[in-house]
């Protein structure tokens, strides 16, 4: 088995700046979001989960080079150089840059800010010195300059970029012996001593992998800059003078970032905005009985004539088809109506349909929740989403034009008929689809008070996902093409005893398995299976069958919640289908197989009708005999040895899962294979498994 690296992993603990956190997430996203899933890592993940097989980039961003120290001198250190040294890429970015040298020197001599040492990753073999260039103060931006920056090759123009209080990598063109090659030079004067150069960012080669430091901060972006913080007198340009220089600033970016061996989008992908959230049902009339449900339960308020549910996490502007709503329409013609005209019009008049684009000129093109497009870093979870409720009819392909429900809802209907012997076939009637969303399982699972009043079965499913969620480190990317999707579950806890949730994550994997394998006739063969506990693995087209080359292309995330004797569950899926990027597809298994492409209409409702004829059996039966023969047919890790680091290194074969609560059970061997009559039943959700280099990894 193998796997492909699809993290890029932004340290986000102690010592981390949330600015500089915000920054660097807005920048990769937009450079590498294409290709890889940009997600934090908290200092715990750090030191204890099994995080580099799946690392491409490990970014330290900017904030306090000691709180660092702090937190992951010793064994965090180890970690990470032992995972660039066997080949992985890591970013260092001002006080990230500091860090990653082999000695620190920040402001010699003044007294409550020196801080001078050695640190233990030493990836640049000299010192970086800082201030580069004075009137740094802590949190505060009054220090903020734009500093000339030049590429070292000659090829690219001086730019201006942000910086902050970094530092130069003292006499970096000394130890191009060493593998240092300079990238950037400051070309404005510095106010310490750099001896040879003036070096503002480095290229280290460390063993098999790479390293990019940097003193100044060119991963920031004007436009994400705020005039208001900026009205020192040394620095009220700063935002314009940045913007000047914004091109080759991100071709400066580009360029680092292809030097670490990662594949960088040619086009920035911008910010998106979010779409409208359609509610619906083959039943109509099932949507009125939800929303006046709702109402009875009073967690719809009027505010302004607007109809409004505040959830926990977000709220949602209830709005109907055909329904007019003034206050929509009267921000999204803000900007074409002269303000004479603004202020004799309290409102303006528009359908709520997305029938009627709001963006003109874009036909086709879903309407946003939030304001028009800047391409900026969104809080999204502030953003008013508009919830449309189609009590009348099913939305109209050309209001959905990337989902079609009278195809997802004919294909449901279909896969029941043929299908479902034990439920009563419930699932999925209602439907919750927004083209753009933050995550279906945020949507769903942050906001109780609303998901106390959704009907079992519901289910949430987008085109596009900007805020997806995954299980530690390990998530999956949410390109187009993916098929993504969250069910509303309730389980009773009288049930926990002959059918204990923690199987429900399970059945879930299995559902997905047993989905595309009835998808169409001939699907069945195509080569998927699943990984203990959550995740799916295809055989890799691209490598010789002999090899047993597996990738990742989907996941699963459950969260749970008890309340008056049942857990509500939230299932989440997310599962690469048509995405030709960053990993393989089913479509490509289907093309290799002389197949028709999957539609996600198709495979949504093969997978639900499974799902909820699995579940609706193990209700009754538990994890039988039929159940557990499925899952072994299905799973990777029949007699796979592994090794048990928190056993002194005990070598083990993994021999399945108990009935009762769904342990997996890995048996001591010897190192000729033959059993010693240890044994050792492991918690899913206590426990870090890496089954691709062979070990399972307690945590403390």
């Known amino acids: 088995m193998s796997t492909k690296r699809l993290n890029v992993l932004i340290y986000s603990g102690p010592g981390a700046t949330p600015t500089s956190i915000r920054h660097i997430t807005y920048t990769l996203r937009r450079l590498l979001g294409a290709n890889y899933a940009i997600i934090t890592i908290t200092a ?89 260039f004075g009137g740094f103060v802590y949190n505060s931006e009054d220090g903020a300059r734009a500093v000339r920056v030049k590429e070292k090759d000659g090829t690219g123009p001086v730019f201006r970029s942000y910086y902050n209080g970094g530092g130069v990598f003292v006499d970096a063109g000394k130890f191009e012996d060493k593998g240092i090659e300079v990238l950037a030079t400051y070309e404005d004067e510095l106010v310490v001593d750099a001896g040879e150069g003036g070096a503002a960012v480095v290229l280290c080669k460390v063993g098999e992998g790479k390293v990019v430091l940097t003193g100044p901060h060119p991963e920031f972006p004007p436009v994400n800059l705020h005039q208001e913080n900026y009205r020192h007198p040394e620095n009220r340009t700063i935002i314009e003078d940045l913007k000047a220089d914004d091109e080759p600033r991100a071709a400066f970016v580009r360029g680092c970032l292809r030097k670490l061996g990662l594949e960088v989008s040619e086009e920035a992908t911008p910010v998106p905005s979010l779409s409208r959230l359609h509610l619906s049902s083959p039943q109509p009339s099932k949507i009125s009985e939800l929303v006046h449900s709702w109402q009875e339960a009073g967690i719809v308020s009027t505010e302004d004539g607007e109809e409004l549910i505040k959830g926990e ?196 994997a299995l559902a997905i398995v047993a989905g595309i394998r009835d998808y169409d006739r001939g699907y069945a063969r195509l080569p998927v299976k699943l990984k203990w506990p959550n995740d799916i693995y295809a055989l890799d087209p691209a490598k010789d069958p002999k090899e047993k080359a597996y990738v ?63 579940y609706t059996k193990f209700c009754r039966t538990g994890f039988d005999a039929k159940l557990e023969s499925f899952y072994y047919d299905s799973w990777l890790h029949t007699d796979q040895i592994v090794t048990l680091e928190a056993e002194g290194g005990a070598k083990a074969r993994i021999k399945g899962i108990t009935r009762d609560w769904g342990l997996l059970v890995a048996e001591e061997v010897g190192w000729d294979g033959r059993a010693r009559g240890g044994r050792w039943e492991l918690q899913s959700d206590s426990n870090s498994f890496d089954f691709f280099k062979g070990l399972l990894k307690k945590k403390i």
């Open 44 to 132: 715990e993940q750090l030191l204890k989960e099994p995080w580099p097989p799946t690392c491409a980039l490990l970014v330290l961003p900017g904030g306090a080079d000691m709180a660092y120290c702090r937190s992951l001198n010793g064994t965090g250190n180890r970690r990470i150089k032992q995972y660039v040294q066997l080949g992985g890429s890591f970013l260092g970015l001002c006080a990230g840059g500091y860090y990653g040298c082999s000695k620190c020197e920040f402001e010699v001599g003044k007294r409550g800010m020196e801080v001078v040492g050695e640190r233990e990753l030493g990836f640049f073999p000299g010192t970086c010195r800082g201030l580069a």
């Open 313 to 508: 996490n977000d709220t949602f502007r209830l709005e109907e088809v055909g329904r007019w709503n003034m206050s929509s329409v009267a921000k999204a013609v803000a900007d074409v109506i002269p303000q004479a005209v603004k202020d004799i019009l309290p409102s303006a008049i528009t359908p709520s349909s997305s029938a009627a684009p709001a963006n003109a000129g874009k036909e086709n093109q879903a309407p946003r929740t939030d304001t028009p497009s800047t391409d900026r870093i969104l809080d999204y979870n502030s953003i008013t989403k508009q919830l449309v409720a189609h009590e009348t009819a099913l939305p109209e392909p050309k209001e959905t034009p990337y989902f079609n429900h009278h195809a997802f809802f004919s294909n449901l209907q279909s896969y029941s008929a043929a299908n479902c012997r034990e439920s009563d076939a419930s699932w999925a009637r209602t439907l919750l689809y927004g083209e753009v969303v933050t995550s279906t399982n945020t949507l769903l699972e942050k906001n109780p008070k609303l998901l106390t009043h959704l009907p079992t079965g519901l289910t949430a499913t987008a085109t596009t996902q900007v805020a997806g969620r995954g299980r530690g480190t390990n998530v999956w990317v949410s390109p187009p093409g993916s098929l993504m999707f969250s069910v509303v579950l309730r389980h009773s806890i009288a049930l926990n005893t002959s059918a204990p949730v923690v199987f429900v994550q399970y059945l879930a």
């Open 552 to 614: 990742k292309i989907g996941g699963i995330l459950v969260n749970s919640s008890y309340a008056g004797g049942d857990y509500t569950l939230v299932v989440g899926v997310g599962l690469n289908t048509n995405n030709t990027a960053p990993s393989v597809s089913l479509s490509q298994l289907a093309a290799n197989a002389g197949l028709p492409a999957f539609t996600l209409e198709k495979l949504l409702a093969s997978v639900l009708t499974q799902f909820e004829e699995l």
